[in-house]
Each structure stands twice: as C-alpha cells, then as structure tokens.
C-alpha cells in the first residue's frame, strides 16, 4: 500500500530566537530544533522512517520562513526512489520566504534505483528582501555496487516562478543523455547548488557570487565539469557533473561555506548530521 506524507514547517522569531513549528502526517517528520551557531539560526533534519519511496508514494513537505527568521533543513541521509512497478514516487517540496527571511535547503542526494518512476519538484516563492541558498543532487543508480540505471526515469522540476524554471526528464533508456558528450557523458551524479533572492541581485552581489564560486571550482579536482552562471535576475547557480555523489557534494559544500562567509557573513556551520 503506498504511503502518503506530509510536513509544514513554520520558522519565526521569538525573543530573539528563530523556532521552529511543524504539522505532519504520516512518516514524515523533524528531529529536535539544533542551535550550533547561534539562536537566530535554527536547524533542522527531515527523517522519512520508511527509508525510500516506491511507486504511488507521495511526500509533501511546506516550509514558511517568516520575516527576520532563518532555517536550514538537510536529512540524515539520502532519499531513496526504489523501482516501480508502474506508478510514479513523487516528492513535492514548496519553500515560502517572507521578507528579509533567509533559508537553507540542503537535502542530501537523491538515489534513483533502477526501474524507479520519480518525480522531484521543488517551488520557491520569495519576498523582496529575502534570500535561499539550497541544492539538489541526483545519484542515478549506485555504479560503486554494480547496480546501474538501466531501467525507469526521473523528472526533475526546480521553479522559482516567474524568473527561473529547469524542468528536465532523465530516461535511462536515452543512451544519447546518459552517454552521449553533450550529455551526462557517462556521469551518474548531476548536482545543483542555487542562491536565490526576492529581489534582483544587484550587478556587483551577483559578480561577487559567482566570482566566490568560480574560484573553488577551478581548485578542484571537478573543474572541468562544473561551472557558475547567472541564469537570471534573482538567481545564481553551480551545476556540476561526477561520477559520484561524494566529489559533487564536497565542491558544492565548499561553495556554500563561502558564499555563507562572504555574502551572509556567517561561519561556514555545517550542520551536525553531516559528521555523524
């Protein structure tokens, strides 16, 4: 029987502290409110205790993030779409940044099994004055394990509407996507780090966001195969192509760390699950 979920999360400040409220149904919750940096930034981890999502799973999560708050979500480990016998697992996430908000979307990877059906959709919805610094990483497949993606598909949808849309369908069955040079040339981990804002960057923020990017990637050993680009107005964005999810996620860490130190001026605080 599939399982359907659902989670809200409503971050606020209260007394100088940012503090976190939640509904949920179903396997889908968070852990306990963590402070490792200071009161004003309250972390969180989203736990799915069934451990993955197979055909006709659902998962709904709402994140509202209220003017002067700040919240950073990840999970403790990566989301499963396991194999499919012929409906789709679909995740639906939608974050709500009221002004001078700030959030943090840091999910670890997803891992789309062999003969899954998955759709992954993420929606951001902006006050001016606020600002989200989020990613999303795909593993397709777990090559290392000899289990490659040779079956099912993955439709990927990150919005922000209005001034950005990447919408992509990935077929295993696409030998021209999945190896092909102007595709994924044989990579099976495609990562994208964002930093998202209500308002348009203003031209010397937007330089300095990438010019910070541009200078860890050429220092790292994924250089050739990642890049920063503006895509528009309110958006700056690292795409990277590896043969696995660890190099990807390590390039795009050390990016965060520095557009967290240089743009948000804040330590470059990993969250706590992330060492365990």
Same mark, same amino acid.
């Given at each position: 029987?599939?399982w359907?979920?659902?989670? /809200? !999360?409503d971050?606020?400040m209260?007394?100088g502290?940012?503090?976190?409220?939640f509904?949920?149904?179903?396997p889908?919750?968070?852990?306990?409110?963590?402070?490792?940096?200071?009161?004003g930034?309250c972390?969180?981890?989203?736990?799915?205790?069934?451990?993955?999502?197979?055909?006709?799973?659902?998962?709904?999560?709402?994140v509202?993030? @209220?003017?002067?708050?700040h919240?950073l979500?990840t999970?403790? *480990?990566a989301? @499963?779409?396991?194999?499919?016998?012929g409906?789709?697992?679909?995740?639906?996430? =939608?974050?709500?940044?009221?002004?001078? %908000? =700030?959030?943090?979307?840091?999910?670890?990877?997803?891992?789309?099994?062999?003969?899954?059906l998955?759709?992954?959709?993420?929606?951001?919805?902006?006050?001016?004055g606020?600002?989200?610094?989020?990613? /999303?990483?795909?593993?397709? *497949?777990?090559?290392?394990?000899?289990l490659?993606f /040779?079956?099912?598909?993955?439709?990927?949808?990150?919005?922000?509407?209005?001034?950005?849309?990447e919408?992509?369908?990935?077929?295993?069955s696409?030998?021209?996507?999945?190896n092909?040079?102007?595709?994924?040339? *044989?990579?099976?981990c495609?990562?994208? !780090?964002f930093?998202?804002?209500?308002s348009?960057?203003?031209?010397?923020?937007r330089?300095?966001?990438? %010019?910070? +990017? @541009?200078e860890?990637?050429d220092a /790292?050993?994924? %250089?050739?195969?990642?890049?920063?680009? +503006?895509p528009?107005n309110?958006?700056i964005?690292?795409?990277?192509?590896a043969?696995?999810?660890?190099?990807?996620?390590?390039l795009?860490?050390a990016? @965060?760390?520095s557009?967290?130190?240089?743009?948000?001026?804040?330590? %470059?605080?990993?969250?706590?699950?992330?060492?365990?």
């Amino acid at each position: 029987m599939p399982w359907h979920a659902r989670l /809200d !999360l409503d971050y606020r400040m209260e007394a100088g502290r940012c503090v976190a409220r939640f509904e949920h149904d179903g396997p889908l919750r968070i852990l306990q409110s963590l402070y490792p940096e200071d009161e004003g930034v309250c972390h969180n981890v989203i736990v799915h205790p069934p451990g993955g999502l197979v055909g006709g799973d659902t998962l709904t999560i709402g994140v509202r993030v @209220r003017d002067g708050a700040h919240g950073l979500i990840t999970t403790p *480990g990566a989301t @499963r779409f396991y194999r499919s016998e012929g409906e789709t697992a679909l995740q639906t996430t =939608r974050i709500q940044l009221d002004a001078n %908000a =700030r959030m943090e979307w840091l999910p670890l990877e997803a891992i789309c099994y062999s003969g899954c059906l998955a759709e992954n959709r993420l929606r951001m919805e902006l006050a001016p004055g606020s600002e989200l610094m989020g990613w /999303d990483v795909t593993a397709l *497949g777990l090559p290392e394990s000899g289990l490659p993606f /040779d079956r099912g598909g993955l439709l990927q949808h990150l919005e922000l509407p209005g001034h950005w849309l990447e919408r992509g369908r990935i077929a295993a069955s696409d030998d021209r996507l999945m190896n092909g040079p102007l595709g994924l040339a *044989g990579r099976r981990c495609l990562a994208t !780090l964002f930093l998202v804002s209500g308002s348009d960057f203003p031209r010397q923020r937007r330089d300095q966001a990438l %010019a910070l +990017a @541009r200078e860890v990637i050429d220092a /790292d050993l994924l %250089a050739s195969s990642a890049g920063a680009t +503006a895509p528009g107005n309110r958006v700056i964005a690292v795409r990277v192509l590896a043969p696995l999810v660890e190099p990807a996620l390590s390039l795009l860490k050390a990016v @965060r760390a520095s557009w967290r130190r240089s743009l948000w001026d804040l330590p %470059a605080t990993m969250p706590r699950s992330w060492a365990v």
